[in-house]
């Protein structure tokens, strides 16, 4: 559980999301979503129960052990000022430049990178405001998966994408969960949720009363909720 002054932001969730799954995190402003991730990343302590990652207590680990173990990608990924490798190195100082290239491959960013007179030693202004939002967010992907963390967290990895771009993130994620990574996401879309995810948790006022397979016939129902929840956030 956990609380909002005397109001609990969640009640009576229990859930396991083994390793090599991709799942959505479904469900209108207010509903829970957001306090499970920050709650992974122990931004947040629960007030009953327990949130454990690779079977550890969050609450045991020190906050560095904690942050080699989750990385995250926000909806609006923020670049400090430095280099492009500078970037990419923000959760592993030792990655080396071929490994720097590889991820960057993987996350579509390294056309545009290559396009720089400097590529990866192109300087990055504060913010990333000489960048477009869709490189940031595949620089912020490259650097996600540079870091080697096991757990990685995508807020809205769409938004704002065109298609094919969407079909390119939804493949990075597959790769992602076939190496082993446990992948949540924070979405929306639900092309997206049919090309890439595993399953989908609905949370509605601090539950979660769904918990659905993305299978063939569970798709008129997903189908349902997504165009539920798209309206209350609306």
Known sequence: SKYYGRHKALD??????????????????GSGKSTIARLVARHWDVC??????GGVDVRDYDMEALREQVA??????VLFS?????????GNKDATDEELVHVCKLAQADPFIQEFPDKYDTYIEQGGSNVSGGQKQRVAVASAIASGRPLILFDEPTSGLDFDSM?????LIRRLSELGKVIFIVTH????VCRTCSR?????EGEMPDDIPVVMDALPKLRELFSVSDGKER
């Open 12 to 29: 009576d969730v229990s859930l396991e999301i083994p390793p090599g799954t991709v799942t959505v995190i479904l469900g209108p402003s």
């Open 48 to 53: 009953g129960g327990s949130v454990s990652v």
């Open 72 to 77: 995250m990608v926000l909806q609006k990924n």
């Open 82 to 90: 430095g280099t492009i490798k500078e970037n990419l190195r923000w």
């Open 167 to 171: 079909t390119q993130v939804a493949g």
């Open 189 to 192: 879309d639900f092309e997206f």
């Open 200 to 204: 989908v948790l609905h949370f509605d």
